[in-house]
């Protein structure tokens, strides 16, 4: 072969690659966009349950595990895909997957975070976890004492009804700082009381747990959903509690997960 056929074969060898580097860089993108814009689904399985992963622009972003309400995670997946575009690694999980009668929960979840922690997509560390109605009552009973994997909680109107004789023993199994929403008219199912809130509150107060407790007068349960869930309230929409509640669960995220500088 000569010189000239050589450098000629390099050169196509050379573009070739070039090419399918490109091509690839190009079929990353597409897949990054796609996960930023409308979440990437994986099924349960031995990994762990069921999931929605969000991420962020960045590429990498610290955990945020959100646990939807009783109707599944469809109405959740707005609220999942903000957190992402502020620059967390959102993970959407099925609130009936992290509470419920079997008791699998805490094994779920516990997967869940750890999955989520292997991902490059995740800074190393710990998950903050938010949940809503039977979520946020997972969030509570779930994630709050798993100090060694979650740095906060949130919960949004959570369900209670099981522990609403038994308050003191639910708040004393806290282990990270707790901020609860809740709303004063909800009496959807009996699920998620103001009383049993505010009792928490005072349960909290005695056993010297890092617990706020913020009541929305006006609200019902759902108040953060603009076009509700199936089977919950109709028009519970509250923007201007929507927007407090988004308020402060950024600045608890802020103090306890916050984004890279």
């Not at 740095?151 to 708040?171: E, G, H, I, L």
Request: proline residues 6%; contains cysteine.
């Amino acid at each position: 072969m000569t010189t000239m056929s050589m450098l000629a074969s390099f050169r196509g060898s050379w573009l070739v690659r070039t090419a399918q580097c490109g091509l690839f860089g190009v079929l990353f993108g597409i897949v990054a966009a796609i996960a930023h814009a409308e979440g990437v689904s994986t099924e349960a399985g031995p990994d762990g349950p069921a999931q929605t992963a969000y991420v962020p622009a960045s590429g990498k972003g610290p955990i945020v595990i959100v646990i939807s309400g009783q109707t599944g995670p469809n109405s959740y997946q707005t609220y999942a895909a903000e957190l992402a575009k502020l620059g967390y690694y959102a993970v959407l999980l099925d609130g009936k997957d992290i509470l419920n009668p079997a008791l699998t929960g805490p094994a779920a979840l516990k997967t869940a975070i750890e999955r989520a922690q292997r991902s490059p997509a995740a800074v190393p560390g710990k998950a903050a976890v938010i949940g809503f109605s039977l979520g946020g009552g997972g969030a509570l009973y779930n994630a709050a004492p798993m100090q060694d994997l979650v740095s906060m909680v949130v919960a949004y109107y959570p369900y209670t009804r099981t522990w609403v004789d038994k308050v003191s023993f639910f708040v004393k199994r806290f282990r990270v700082p707790v901020l609860v929403m809740a709303a004063q008219r909800d009496r959807y199912q009996n699920c998620c009381l103001v009383e049993t809130a505010q009792a928490m509150e005072a349960a909290a107060k005695d056993a010297g747990v890092k617990f706020e407790l913020v009541v929305y007068p006006e609200a019902d349960h759902g108040f953060n959903l603009e076009s509700g869930a199936h089977g919950e309230p109709v028009r519970a929409y509250r923007r201007d509690d929507d927007r407090d509640a988004w308020r402060r669960t950024l600045e608890m995220l802020k103090q306890y997960q916050p984004l890279a500088n």
